[in-house]
């Protein structure tokens, strides 16, 4: 079982900047693409980013497109999403998602789930 914790989650204003952290397993990590997710109060789980097994390629959702960063690090076992001029509307339980082979859009193609982290956004 790949266990995925996720950190970084808060409370920030418009504007405003966060990091998210998502650990896993150890000496596999680089074996799984990563991907951010998100859910915000009645509506469904939606795409952020997702990242390649090294890093090489990324890639995200249009409405964070140039304002939210995904990473990885390898060798602390940890993939990132630094989310900058955060909206009222991203306000969201983020979820880091993995998968030995899929790194797009479609959440229910991703194998292992973390827990969750809560991101809110006052206008």
């Known amino acids: 079982q790949v266990q995925l914790v996720e950190s970084g989650g808060g409370s920030v204003q418009a504007g405003g900047s966060l990091r998210l952290s998502c650990a896993g397993p150890?000496?596999?990590?680089?074996?799984?693409?990563m991907g951010w997710f998100r859910q915000a109060p009645g509506k469904e789980r939606e795409f952020v980013a997702s990242i390649t097994w090294s890093g090489g390629s990324t890639f995200y959702a249009d409405s964070v497109k140039g304002r939210f960063t995904m990473s990885r690090d390898n060798a602390k076992n940890t993939a990132y999403l630094q989310m900058n001029g955060l909206k009222p509307e991203d306000a969201a339980i983020y979820y880091c998602?993995?998968?030995?082979?899929?790194?797009?859009?479609?959440?229910?193609?991703?194998?292992?789930w973390g827990q969750g982290t809560q991101v809110t956004v006052s206008s």
């Open positions: 150890g000496r596999t990590f680089s074996s799984y693409t």
């Open positions: 998602a993995g998968d030995r082979e899929y790194y797009g859009t479609n959440p229910y193609a991703y194998e292992y």
